[in-house]
């Protein structure tokens, strides 16, 4: 009898200790579980910002090479305005010494007191006037350019004004309306705004 019962105290025991170590595995089991998922969520919620910040310096990399561009362009455009005001100039320097040779002949043909030759020539500045301003204000209408075509034309209007009269002094009728009214009519035809200073 009493052996039977030292086997069922130990039976007991071992039963009850078999249990503990069964509880303490699935305790240990459920923690670790719990520790790994949330290892694995903190896993994932890095690697959504790894991603997150992939994209941001993907777009960052995407705008970088686009102002590159931007900027390569507007280089671009910048070599090629100054292009544009460097060729301007030079004809604004060809269209001054056309304006030159015209004054010149225009002078002589005026000493020679023909009214006739004074208006083809009146029309032959036009014509020059007009092929050469088309070709530069209305090409890139830099301010240089303007800004040399207009003070040539008004210098060679007072040229002919002066001479004009100086030719009619002593003669009727005075046309020293001619130029003046031309080169308004022209200017304001032409749209062409005349600045007061280099700008």
């Known amino acids: 009898m009493d052996i039977q019962k030292s086997l069922l105290i130990t039976a007991a025991v071992f039963i009850a200790l078999l249990v503990l170590l069964l509880f303490f595995v699935a305790y240990k089991y459920y923690v670790q579980s719990k520790n790994c998922n949330a290892y694995r969520s903190e896993n994932t919620n890095l690697c959504k910002e790894k991603e997150e910040i992939e994209k941001v310096l993907h777009t960052k990399e995407e705008r970088c090479k686009k102002l590159t561009s931007d900027m390569e362009c507007k280089n671009k455009e910048l070599q090629d ?6 060729l301007s100039a030079s004809e604004a320097i060809v269209f001054a010494k056309e304006l030159g040779d015209i004054s010149m002949q225009m002078e002589s043909d005026v000493r020679l007191s023909a009214s006739f030759k004074l208006k083809t020539l009146v029309s032959e500045l036009a014509y020059k006037t007009s092929r050469m301003c088309k070709s530069i204000v209305s090409k890139d209408g830099d301010n240089y350019s303007r800004f040399a075509i207009c003070a040539n034309m008004l210098a060679l209007e007072r040229v002919m004004l002066n001479l004009i009269s100086s030719v009619t002094r002593d ?8 130029p003046s009214s031309y080169f308004n009519t022209f200017l304001q035809y032409n749209n062409v705004d005349c600045p007061t200073k280099k700008q």
């Open 81 to 86: 305005l100054k292009g544009k005001i460097s």
């Open 171 to 178: 003669s009727t009728p005075q046309p020293t309306a001619l």
